[in-house]
């Protein structure tokens, strides 16, 4: 009996070569999709792309490990995506430009206070989305924001126009320091 569960558990019903192939590819392919279907699918914006990122996993499961459910299969299955996933991110890392193809680039889709209509649908973007992500950074409206980026990583980057309070205290802050410094100065030239 013992010999039983011990061979289904363990018991590879497909080729280790193909076990470790299967993940590399399903890999790929999906950088690529995330590549074209683009940031949005990343930033998990509302349910229904959660939902899509979820079922999406489970759609792939099968591709993966194909009709195997040892645990020799899954261990050699998540092996395949740790080592293509390490690989690809030693890659990218020595090369930027391919790290630019790869990823992307981030989206400006509020400048100076104007929504950019054309990058919005690109991104598929609702108004209510875009919002709701500046609203996150501590804005209220549109028009407050300088420059607001969706970043490859599906991340937003908000930046104010007008300076918030940290910038201004710090603003002031250097400002009295270079008046000290001109008074020092001035009061060591008198001095002397």
């Known amino acids: 009996m013992l010999h039983t569960i011990l061979n289904n558990m363990f018991h590879l019903p497909l080729p280790i070569l193909e076990k470790l ?10 950088v ?12 998990q914006l ?20 194909g009709d195997d459910n040892s645990v020799t299969g899954g261990i050699i299955g998540a092996l395949g995506l740790l080592g293509i996933n390490w ?37 598929s973007l609702t108004h209510e989305e875009l919002l709701e992500a500046i609203h996150k950074q501590g804005f209220t409206m549109v028009h407050q924001v300088g420059l607001c980026e969706l970043e490859p990583s599906g991340t937003f980057y908000v930046e104010g126009l007008e300076p918030n309070s940290y910038e201004k205290q710090h603003a ?14 001035a009061l060591r030239q008198q001095s002397a």
């Open 21 to 30: 192939l299967r993940p590399v590819v399903v890999y790929l392919v999906l």
């Open 87 to 123: 690989l690809v991110a030693r890659f990218l890392f020595n090369s930027p430009r391919l790290t630019r193809l790869v990823q992307g680039r981030s989206t400006v889709l509020v400048r100076n206070g104007q929504i950019d209509q054309k990058a919005m649908q690109r991104e």
């Open 46 to 65: 509302n349910p229904f792309d959660l939902v899509v990122l979820l079922s999406l996993s489970n759609t792939v499961q099968n591709a993966i490990i």
């Open 32 to 43: 690529i999709l995330l590549r074209i279907f683009g940031k949005r699918e990343l930033a």
């Open 172 to 185: 002031d802050i250097l400002a009295r320091l270079d008046t000290l410094t001109k008074e020092i100065a």
